[in-house]
T-cell receptor, first 112, second 118 residues
Framework: GQNIDQPTEMTATEGAIVQINCTYQ??????LFWYQQHAGEAPTFLSY????GLEEKGRFSSFLSRSKGYSYLLLKELQMKDSASYLCAAEGSNFGNEKLTFGTGTRLTIIP | DTGVSQDPRHKITKRGQNVTFRCDPI?????LYWYRQTLGQGPEFLTYFQNEAQLEKSRLLSDRFSAERPKGSFSTLEIQRTEQGDSAMYLC???????WGTGANVLTFGAGSRLTVL
């Protein structure tokens, strides 16, 4: 099975930087996804890490350490529209087990 | 392509009734997933298909739940004898199969079907 842990809520200031952490324990692991979900909407893909290290994509970056079972999502130059839930998800590695297992999500609130 | 479509968007039913949800994936995607999400929680895996084959079902999926993907295109999720605990958003997602070991299996989600059981 897989266990994903991430903080339930975070608050940050517009224009600042915030880091959302995620730890995972899995019986088989292929890669780590981050999704963004605005209230009442579908989750949308943000990033994917399969190798250790940092992946940068504009204002968003994601980091993975496979040995530590740890990832983070870094959001820079925060905007009000970044207020959303951020979902960490681990992908299984075995054929027939390639589903994504999601954490509970971190609800991020941006304040002016 | 209009993305992943789900129907109906909202369903209100009485306890004990049967409900069916439909999902139309992105046309070139051969994988289709069903998830359930309740307020304040992340999506919870229910089942997934590769083409018409159902490859995995969650242990959470009781025998009241059944999913089909008869021609490897659209899928239906049926819940029989609904209970109040079934109230949730039912999310469908699709993805394209990748060459083993390369690329990201990115799931594209539909807007969901919200079920309320009274």
């Amino acid at each position: 099975g897989q266990n994903i842990d991430q903080p339930t809520e975070m608050t940050a200031t517009e224009g600042a930087i915030v880091q959302i952490n995620c730890t995972y324990q899995t019986s088989g692991f292929n890669g780590l996804f981050w999704y963004q979900q605005h209230a009442g909407e579908a989750p949308t893909f943000l990033s994917y890490n399969v190798l250790d290290g940092l992946e940068e994509k504009g204002r968003f970056s994601s980091f993975l350490s496979r040995s530590k079972g740890y990832s983070y999502l870094l959001l820079k130059e925060l905007q009000m529209k970044d207020s959303a839930s951020y979902l960490c998800a681990a992908e299984g590695s075995n054929f027939g087990n390639e589903k994504l297992t999601f954490g509970t999500g971190t609800r991020l609130t941006i304040i002016p | 392509d209009t993305g992943v479509s789900q129907d109906p968007r909202h369903k209100i039913t009485k306890r004990g009734q049967n409900v069916t949800f439909r999902c139309d994936p992105i046309s070139e995607h051969n994988r289709l997933y069903w998830y359930r999400q309740t307020l304040g929680q992340g999506p919870e895996f229910l089942t997934y298909f590769q083409n018409e084959a159902q490859l995995e079902k969650s242990r959470l999926l009781s025998d009241r739940f059944s999913a089909e993907r008869p021609k490897g295109s659209f899928s239906t999720l049926e819940i029989q004898r609904t209970e109040q605990g079934d109230s949730a958003m039912y999310l469908c997602a699709s993805s394209a199969a990748r060459t083993w070991g390369t690329g990201a299996n990115v799931l594209t989600f539909g807007a969901g079907s919200r079920l309320t059981v009274l």
